[in-house]
DNA sequence: AATGACCTTTTCACTCAGTGAAAAACGTTC
DNA sequence: GAACGTTTTTCACTGAGTGAAAAGGTCATT
C-alpha cells in the first residue's frame, strides 16, 4: 500500500533544492528505487528526474544496478567520509572505543548530538544478529536512550528546556515521557557521572554512557549496550569513564594543534 | 596585473553539475574551505557559489564552522551510509573483525575491489597515530597492497591480465612493478592461501592478508596490519582465515534468505 | 497475440529561475 | 587609514531548465 506522501513538496524550489529531494528520496527502508517511484518520492515530474538523476548518476552520486534501479553512488560514500563527524570523531575515538571494546566485550557506541537527537556515529558488536534500530547513522531520542541522556544531562539548560519542551514520544513501558521526570532524571546522570538506562527505548536492552567532555562542552558519548539485560553492565563504569576520558582529552589536544597528528 | 580572469576549470554546464562541483572541491586534502577557496577550486564565479553553497547548506550537506569555513555536512555523511559498499559488507563483518582484533590485537582492515583499485571499507586499529594512506574510503592500489594482492590472486584471469596490464606504479624499493613478478607473486598467494606484504606500499608497514569468498567469487579481504615491521604476523594466519571463511558463510547465508536478521 | 499496467526515454515551445559583474559591506593586517 | 582579502547584496538579462504529452519498452495476464 502506498500512503506514502511524506514530501508533499508542492512548492517547487530551486534546481538544486530538487536534485537534492532526488538525492534525499533514498532512505534507510528504501534505499533503492526505480526512477518513477524516486519521482513520486521527491514530489516531481518523472521528466525532472529523469534529468537530475541522470547527472546526479554521471557525476556518481547516484548509480544504477543491473535492473535500472537507483541508489546512492559511491561518490556519496567517499565524500561523506570527508565530513568532520567522521574524518575527525570517529578517527580519533576509535582506539578508546576499541580498547573498552576488548574490556568488556560488549556492545560499544559512539554518538554525537546533531540537532534534536543523537546520531550513532560507530558501533563495535560481536552481536551477529544486532537489531537495527543502533544502525550507524541512525538517528535516535536523546530521552529515551542512554547515550542520549549522557549527552543532554551535561549541556546548556537552554538546550534542555527546548528538548523538554517537545512532545516526548513513549518507545516502552520504561521510557520518561514528562519533563518533570525527565530533568529528575538527568540532574541524577549528573550526580553519578553517566547515564542508566533500561528498556527505555528497546525493551530487551539495557545501557550505560558517558559523555565526552571536549573544553568544557559535551562533544558525544560513550555507551556499553547489551540485549539480553545483563543487570551488572555497571562494573564497567570505571573503563568507561576512562575512555571517556581520554577521547576528550586527545580532542583537546588535537584542537589546540592544529594537526600534531 | 593580468590575474583579471583565469578560469582553469572547463565551465560546468548544468545547475547540478555546478552544484557537485563546489561538492567535489572538498577532498581529503582539503576538507574544509573558505566560500572564495570554493569557488577557485570548483571553477565557478564567487556570487554563484555563494548560492549554491548556500542551498547545500540548506540541505545540510555542506556545513560552516564557526570561523564561516565550509565543509561537508551530517546529511551527506548520512546519505553515505546508505551505499550497498557500506550497508550490508561492513555491518556483517564486524563481529568477525573485532574477534580478530581482539586476537591479535593489530589493526585489522576490511577491503573490497572496486573498479581498478581496492577501497577500504573499515579500519580497527589502536594506533593513535596512524598513517593517513588507509583511511577509510581511501583507494589503494591491487598490486602493492596484501588486501590487494588477496583480492587479485583469486580474481578471474581476466582481470588480472588487466591489472597487470596496466601500468604498476613502484611506492618502495619492494613494490612489484613488472607483470610477471605480479602473476608470480598472485601464484604463491593462492598456494598458501593468504597475502604477505612487506614494505610493498608504505615503508616501515608489513601486513598480511585473506580473501573473503562468497559462493566461489571473491568480495573483499581481510587484513592485518602492522607498522613497526613485526616479522611474526604470520602467526595470526589461521584466526584470519577463520575471520575470512567466517564472513564468507554468513554472506552467503544472507544471499540464500532475502532477510534472515 | 492482444491487453493493460507500469515503466523509461524523447520531444519541444514557453518562461522563469539562475546568472555573474559590479558594488557594497565586513574583517584582517601593515 | 588604506590596502587587501574576504563575504554578501543587488539587478537587468537570457538561455537553461521545465513538464505535459507522446513514443517506446518490458512484463504479466487473458
Redesign the pocket.
Known sequence: MSNVAQFPKST???????ALAVLGALSAQEPSM??????RVAG?????V???A?ELEEGRFLQRDAA???SLGVRMWEMGLLTPVHGHMREVAMPFLLNLQYECRETVQLAVCDGVDAVYIEKLTLDTKTPVQSRIGARIPLHATAVGQAILAVSDQSFIDVISGMPLPRFTDNTVTTPRALNKLLEQVRDQGFAHSTEEYVAGSTAIAAPVMVNGKVEAAIGIVNYELRDDLEIYVPQMLEAAAGLGHRLEELAANPESH
Open positions: 517547487a524550489k530551486s534546481v538544486t533544492a530538487r526505480t526512477l518513477s517511484q524516486l519521482a516531481l515530474p518523472v521528466a525532472t529523469y534529468r537530475l541522470g535500472g534501479r537507483y
